[in-house]
């Protein structure tokens, strides 16, 4: 589903309210959030000259980690052409296939990413403040194939704006959505690696919420036939994909804005509550639309 700029603020304010709404309660339970870090990540950061790390990782470990990864890349920016290029794909290969666990990337897409998104067109990484800006000066798209990826990378140099979007938000986002019954499009969920997660399939279940709410009907389609007259229907319940980046971090900003600055005092506070609640309070939420609440006599 393609929008103009007019409706898709729209929606992301409203998307963006029934995040707000669903999370207000849960603000700051994350804060002593703890996961293993992968073997070898704290010896890999180390040797890029990097903040000491240790296994037990957690909320404030990555956010210094972001901070100094941010520090760094603006440092690499800065140097001759050569050993900017190598020392950046170097960067940029810790952040998403070290820390972020996703060493399935060849080696030329994390060079692609590291050339396209600081990319040598942008004269100052820390005047880039928006997603808007960034588009502008390097000239890039944010397509929706290697999204968990390549928002990795850009959270870790601009975590002041820049959000990480990958299968497990994308579950929180829509999964709030039909809770919430919100009057907005799905996102498209890109793959995972969370079984349980990725066996509920929100984006449809959200897709056709938001398609009942705007009064779309079911085409006609006699004797099961046009299957992919259906497919249509049901995608145009869905953020259209090279829109999806954007409206994420708009419906994202929508939800600091409600909750307060003070409350959520990094950007990406309210990411990490949404990653955190998404297989703990919020699967169970999502799971009780579907079960019963009494037992049966």
Same mark, same amino acid.
């Given at each position: 589903m393609k929008m103009n700029q007019g409706d898709m603020e729209r929606e992301a304010e409203r998307f963006g309210d029934a995040i707000a709404e669903y999370l207000e309660p849960y603000v700051g339970v994350p804060k002593d959030y703890k996961w293993k870090m992968r073997k070898g990540v704290p010896k890999q950061a180390q040797k890029l000259g990097l903040i000491a790390m240790d296994n037990d990782g957690g909320v404030l470990a990555t956010n210094k980690l972001r901070t100094d990864v941010a520090k760094k890349a603006q440092e690499i920016h800065s140097m001759p052409r050569e050993t900017r290029q190598s020392k950046m794909k170097e960067l940029c290969e810790f952040v998403i296939c070290k820390w972020g666990a996703l060493e399935s990337n060849k080696d030329d897409t994390i060079a692609s990413y590291a050339c396209i998104y600081t990319s040598t067109a942008i004269k100052n990484l820390s005047d880039v403040r928006s997603l808007a800006e960034l588009r502008a000066q390097a000239k890039c798209n944010f397509p929706f194939?290697?999204?968990?990826?390549?928002s990795k990378w850009l959270n870790f140099v601009w975590p002041e704006w820049a959000l990480i979007y990958d299968a497990r938000i994308a579950f929180a986002l829509n999964a709030i959505h039909v809770i919430k019954g919100v009057n907005a499009g799905a996102f498209p969920v890109p793959a995972g690696r969370d079984k349980l997660l990725s066996s509920l399939?929100?984006?449809?279940?959200?897709? /056709?919420?938001?398609?009942? +709410?705007? *009064?779309?009907? !079911?085409?006609?389609?006699?004797?099961?036939?046009? #299957? &992919?007259?259906?497919?249509?229907?049901?995608?145009?319940?869905?953020?259209?994909?090279?829109?999806?980046?954007?409206?994420? /971090?708009?419906?994202?900003? +929508?939800? *600091?804005?409600? !909750?307060?600055?003070?409350?959520?005092?990094?950007? #990406? &506070?309210?990411?990490?509550?949404?990653?955190?609640?998404?297989?703990?309070e919020l699967l169970h939420d999502f799971l009780s639309l579907a079960t019963p609440i009494d037992d049966p006599a």
């Open positions: 194939k290697g999204i968990a990826s390549w399939d929100t984006q449809s279940l959200a897709a /056709l919420g938001y398609l009942n +709410r705007q *009064r779309k009907r !079911i085409p006609d389609v006699p004797n099961g036939e046009y #299957v &992919d007259t259906l497919a249509d229907w049901l995608k145009s319940g869905t953020i259209a994909e090279e829109d999806v980046y954007e409206f994420y /971090l708009m419906v994202m900003a +929508r939800v *600091r804005d409600m !909750i307060g600055h003070m409350r959520f005092r990094a950007f #990406v &506070d309210s990411e990490m509550l949404l990653f955190y609640l998404s297989n703990r």
